[in-house]
C-alpha cells in the first residue's frame, strides 16, 4: 500500500510514535511518505495514497492543534478527504490532565474522517515494551483492515 503519515508534534512525543509506526509500516512492505504537518504539505498530498494516518498531540481541554487543523484544511481543498476506512489515527496525551481530555485530538480527528479504526493512545513519549506492542499491534490491525477494505473494493484497487 502507499501510505501518507502525517503528524504534528510539540515535544517531540508524537514524532517518535510517528516515526515507530512508519518503521513498522515499511518493515511490513509499505510505501510510506512521512510529513510532519508544520512543514509544506503540497507534494506530499500530491501523491496517490491508499491510507492516510494521522498522528497529534492534543492541546487545551482536548483540542485539536491550529498546526493539524490547517493541514486538514488543505487536504480537504487540495486532495479533497478520504474515505473513513482508509483513514487511522494515533495520539500522544497525558491523562493528569483528566480522561476527558486524554488525547482529544486524536479522538477528535478519528470523529472527524469517520474512521472505524481504534486510536492509539500513548501516555507523552513512548517507551518500553508495552507501548512499542502497541504501536506495532495498532499498525499491523489498521494496515490489515485497510487492504481488506481496498481489496472488497473494486473502485479502490490500482493496478
Known amino acids: 500500500m502507499r501510505i501518507l503519515l502525517a503528524y504534528a508534534s510539540l515535544s517531540g512525543n508524537t514524532r517518535e510514535v510517528a516515526r515507530r509506526v512508519a518503521a513498522r509500516c515499511q518493515a511490513t ?94 501516555e507523552q513519549m513512548p517507551h518500553g515494551q508495552a507501548d512499542t506492542h502497541a504501536i506495532h499491534q495498532w499498525t499491523d490491525t489498521v494496515l490489515a483492515r485497510i487492504e481488506t477494505a481496498i481489496h472488497a473494493d473494486p473502485a479502490r484497487r490500482h493496478a
Open 29 to 122: 512492505g509499505h510505501s510510506l511518505q512521512l510529513l510532519d504537518v508544520d512543514g509544506d504539505a503540497t507534494a506530499a498530498l500530491a501523491q496517490p495514497r491508499d491510507a492516510l494516518l494521522l498522528g497529534c498531540w492534543t492541546d487545551n481541554a482536548g483540542r485539536t492543534p491550529a498546526e493539524m487543523k490547517a493541514f486538514v484544511a488543505t487536504l480537504r481543498d487540495s486532495a479533497g478527504l478520504p474515505p473513513g476506512p482508509g483513514v487511522a489515527v494515533f495520539g500522544t496525551g497525558e491523562t493528569q490532565w483528566g480522561p476527558e481530555y486524554y488525547c482529544g485530538a486524536a479522538h477528535r480527528l478519528a470523529r472527524f474522517f469517520g474512521s472505524p479504526h481504534p486510536v492509539l493512545q500513548i
